[in-house]
């Protein structure tokens, strides 16, 4: 079957509107929790009184960012079955261990910590990590938007014939707009919203587009048929109806599916990636004390929307199975299979659910650029100047920090229009490797190690960062560090020994100041 090419004045419309609409309900949840901050920290964690549902439903909108909603039908699409290692086959115990994990978070938060970054000079005492953290953390954040960028513009550019460019443009003037206005409770208000929606739209497209390609049996049957073509339209000999993609020369090694050295290394950045992720981790600072079935019910909600991303892959396959490999000709250029979520949902359910799915998409990507930009802004406000100079005005501060959202709204766009990956979750699995394996264990675990150190915090930061410039299509391949899985491996794993090795040689932070931090008897 040929794609819906054909944008109609009908299919624009409903895109327009169902993007008005959800924009509506988000500017008037930030601009009402924005009257309700009556100082920079109320702006950056409310009053500390969100409950479970509007956490958990938050915690879904930021872990279904641009890869999970949208990048995970341009991997099913373009790889087959092997795409399934990086659609999340584990993404459930990853969101499940972030949940336990990030809940801690309450515990620096009644110490003074407003950002990641200070939970880390909170539980190390010191300054020079929390700036360090901070730093990191924006370098590897500005790598991930980079994705929400191109999936955002890819699906209006699909449903509305809007040029690529001004779709990108577009999409940066409208996170600007409501992160500037809402703060931490206003986007954490709003990705409840959007994480309901994103949950529903998911599952709803992804059944929809089973049932409309022939059901599982009809697409593995049709996949048979199929080989790789990677973007740009060249054509190989290698089926894509198994979990394997035997690399094509040394370069395509960079693929997480080579081989199962890559598919181990896939498994691991899941189950490490959403704790990992300091914008995940972010949204337990405004969380208020729960109940054991409130948290019960927090961990229904994230499991129930953790299997979005799954359905979001089934549209993949389905695409493949029904359009070929036309999407990965140059006439798709920059899209290319990332294109195939707009032009099923077109296909499947017409304009109501086009509609729909545009908004979820532009829900996925701006609630985490949103998230992202204001942690990178915090990082520079909050964990560097606030850091070196503690006397600075409350307000100059919440000033400077809505200023900075511009740089950092503007760095990743202009990255993504001049040098648009091909795969968006291919490259922001780069990021994701890099995140797991620093802030995994740098924030996770030491929130129950008592004997972490900061040095030992420091040297796995340094080290992931390091690691992380030789990715594979970085600087790896001028060192021979070809193969993707031997990278991520050597990224996390090093991460891990470079952390506790060092922790165990170095000076804990004394018993008696750890007894705040480490209780022996304390609700969760």
Not at 231 to 239: D, E, F, L, V
Not at 358 to 383: C, E, K, P
Not at 422 to 436: E, T
Request: with cysteine.
């Amino acid at each position: 079957m040929e794609p819906p090419l054909q944008t109609t004045l009908a299919l624009v419309i409903g895109v327009v509107t169902a993007i008005a609409s959800l924009l509506a309900i988000s500017i008037s949840l930030g601009f009402l929790m924005r009257r309700k901050a009556k100082n920079f920290e109320e702006w950056l964690v409310g009053h500390r009184d969100i409950g479970p549902v509007v956490t958990g439903f938050a915690l879904i909108s930021s872990y279904l960012s641009g890869w999970a909603m949208y990048g995970n039908a341009g991997l099913g699409y373009t790889f087959g079955w092997a795409g399934s290692w990086l659609i999340g086959t584990v993404c459930i115990m990853g969101i499940a261990l972030c949940l336990v994990m990030g809940y801690r978070m309450r515990r620096y938060v009644q110490l003074g910590a407003r950002t990641v970054p200070e939970m880390l000079k909170v539980r190390f005492e010191s300054k020079m990590l929390q700036a360090l953290a901070g730093l990191a953390m924006i370098i590897l954040l500005i790598v991930y938007s980079v994705g929400q960028y191109k999936a955002m513009a890819t699906v209006w550019t699909i449903t509305t014939a809007t040029p690529f460019h001004w779709s990108l443009i577009i999409t940066a003037v409208l996170v600007l707009v409501y992160v500037a206005v809402g703060g931490y409770a206003g986007t954490q208000w709003v990705s409840c919203f959007q994480g309901i929606l994103l949950t529903a739209v998911g599952w709803t497209l992804g059944i929809a587009s089973l049932l409309w390609a022939g059901g599982p049996a009809k697409i593995e049957e049709m996949l048979k048929t199929q080989t790789f073509t990677p973007p740009g339209g060249a054509s190989t000999n290698i089926p894509i109806d198994g979990y394997i993609i035997p690399p094509l020369t040394t370069k395509d090694m960079a693929y997480p599916w080579a081989d199962w050295i890559g598919v181990t290394a896939s498994i691991f950045m899941f189950l490490l990636m959403a704790t990992g992720f300091p914008h995940n981790i972010a949204r337990f600072l405004g969380t208020r004390k729960i109940s054991k079935k409130e948290y019960w019910a927090m961990l229904l909600i994230t499991i129930v929307g953790g299997l979005t991303p799954l359905w979001i892959g089934v549209v993949g396959f389905a695409g493949r199975a029904v359009f070929g490999d036309k999407l990965l000709t140059e006439k798709y250029k920059p899209m290319y299979g990332d294109a195939v979520g707009a032009l099923v949902s077109i296909s499947v359910g017409g304009i109501p659910l086009a509609a729909l799915f545009t908004a979820s998409v532009f829900a996925a990507s701006v609630s985490t650029l949103a998230g992202m930009a204001l942690i990178m802004a915090t990082n520079i406000t909050r964990d560097l100047l606030h850091n070196l100079k503690p006397d600075l005005p409350s307000k100059a501060l919440l000033w400077l920090t809505r200023l900075m959202l511009i740089p950092f709204i503007a760095i990743p766009l202009w990255w993504t229009m001049t040098a648009t990956p091909p795969v968006l979750s291919v490259f922001m699995a780069g990021s994701a490797v890099a995140q797991a394996g620093i802030f995994f264990f740098v924030v996770g675990v030491s929130m129950y190690w008592r004997r972490a150190t900061k040095w030992g915090a420091a040297s796995a930061i340094i080290y992931g960062l390091s690691l992380t410039i030789l990715h594979p299509n970085a600087y790896g391949q001028y060192v021979g560090l070809h193969h993707w899985g031997f990278w991520a491996l050597l990224l996390i794993f090093g991460s891990a020994a470079t952390y506790f090795l060092i922790s165990l040689l170095t000076k804990p932070v004394p018993k008696e100041k750890l007894e705040k931090l480490f209780p022996r008897t304390s609700a969760v």
